[in-house]
């Protein structure tokens, strides 16, 4: 039985990877380490209910906690907790830099203290920067690292960590650097899960600027098996850009939202643009393609069709959320009230 420790496992992409490692492996069990911030939910594993399944509530800064919770003979840590929303960052950086560099850095102190065989870093492509609008030009691993946003400047520090840790103790890390998720148990403070929330509920879809920012899409369940190509065969030291070659305009995305829930477009309301709003990120897969033979298996129309289903099966975990702290969060955000639910 290999032993996994997963950081973030009760967050979106943490939840997704969780499940598809125990629901394809029988003989990996894993420990899921995660704070339970404003992100995280227990909800978003109610179906794990596997023995090999334990999960630890505890934040990664916490060196103690982590030393304990790492398990004798751990195979890999897979460190997907973060803070993860750029809007809360260029609020309030403190956190991104406490949980995103330092926890980082526990984690990694941790991994070389109780011999881990492998330290997988869950990044982002935020870190390379922004790319001109409608260019050709894609971000590869060669691109330099120019994050622009609190979020982006805590993940590429947190890079940095690890290259160091790698260079000075010898801990073999890799890194992957995904685009834009999205799918099921997605918080809605992201672009998708905000819209089809609002637009179930009938309240205005915010839309920043002109919507012509272009995010790069990809399944979340495919990103999770791209991390798991990357944790078996990946280069040691080496960084994986993920991505699904599927560009959109924010506004398209928005209008096949509306579109697939029989909604009007007169909900798009156009509001004041984000602080340092990166146009374009745009990501060439080729590695991830050439060298470990990953390719994404969904498909962006069944992708999309099938998280709008999700949110509608599921409205009471929309609404538990909505219904929250998440009220006051949206009004100081967007300085408007969401309806009643
Ligand atoms: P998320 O915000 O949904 O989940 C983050 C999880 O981390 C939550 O469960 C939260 O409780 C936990 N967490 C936060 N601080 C913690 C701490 N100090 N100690 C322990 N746990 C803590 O995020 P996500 O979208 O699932 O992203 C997961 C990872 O993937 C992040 O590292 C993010 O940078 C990266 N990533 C996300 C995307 C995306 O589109 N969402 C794309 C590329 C990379
Ligand atoms: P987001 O989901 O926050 O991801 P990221 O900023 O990490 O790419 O945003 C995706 C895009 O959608 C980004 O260009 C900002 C835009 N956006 C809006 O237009 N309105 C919104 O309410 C949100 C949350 C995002």
């Known amino acids: 039985m290999k032993k996994f420790f997963v950081t973030g496992g009760a967050g979106f992409i943490g939840s997704a990877f969780v499940r598809l ?8 069990s894993i420990v899921d380490f995660d704070a339970l911030t404003y992100a995280g939910n227990l909800e978003n594993l109610k179906d794990v209910d596997d023995a090999r399944h ?34 809360r ?32 870093q869950i990044s982002t492509d935020e870190v390379m920067g922004s790319l001109p609008d409608e260019s050709d030009d894609y ?9 622009n946003s609190p979020y982006a400047a805590s ?46 509920n009938d309240d205005p879809l915010p839309v920043y600027g002109d919507g012509k920012n272009v995010r790069d899409w990809i399944f979340v369940d495919d990103h999770c098996r791209a991390i798991w190509k990357v944790y078996e065969n990946g280069r040691s030291g080496e960084a994986y850009n993920i991505g699904a070659r599927n560009e959109k305009y924010n506004i398209d995305v928005v209008k096949s939202i509306l579109d697939a829930l029989g909604k009007p477009h007169d909900l798009i309301a156009f509001v004041t643009d984000r602080l340092g709003h990166d146009r374009r990120y745009a990501i060439d897969p080729a590695k991830v393609e050439d060298e470990l033979g990953w390719k994404p298996q969904m498909t962006w129309e069944n992708g999309l069709q099938s998280t709008i289903d999700w949110y509608l099966n599921n409205q009471a975990w929309v609404d538990n959320i909505r219904n929250g702290e998440y009220r006051n969060y949206y009004k100081a955000m967007y300085g408007a009230e969401l309806k009643a639910t």
């Open 155 to 200: 993940k590429a520090a947190a890079e940095f960590v690890l290259r160091a840790a790698r260079e000075t103790f010898g801990v073999d890390t890799v890194t992957t650097r995904c685009g834009n998720n999205y799918g099921p148990r997605q918080f809605p403070e992201k672009l998708i899960p905000l819209m089809i929330a609002n637009a179930i």
């Open 21 to 28: 490692v125990l629901e394809e492996n029988e003989d990996i």
């Open 54 to 87: 334990t999960f630890i509530r505890g934040d990664i800064c916490d060196r103690d906690s982590v030393l304990n919770a790492v398990p004798d003979g751990c195979d890999a840590i897979f460190n997907f907790a973060a803070e993860s929303h750029v809007d």
């Open 139 to 147: 971000f590869t691993e060669d691109s330099p690292l120019q994050p």
């Open 89 to 120: 960052s260029i609020h309030s950086a403190d956190e991104f830099l406490r949980t995103n560099i330092i926890g980082t850095q526990v984690l990694l102190d941790a991994a070389r203290a109780k011999n881990v065989r492998r330290f997988v």
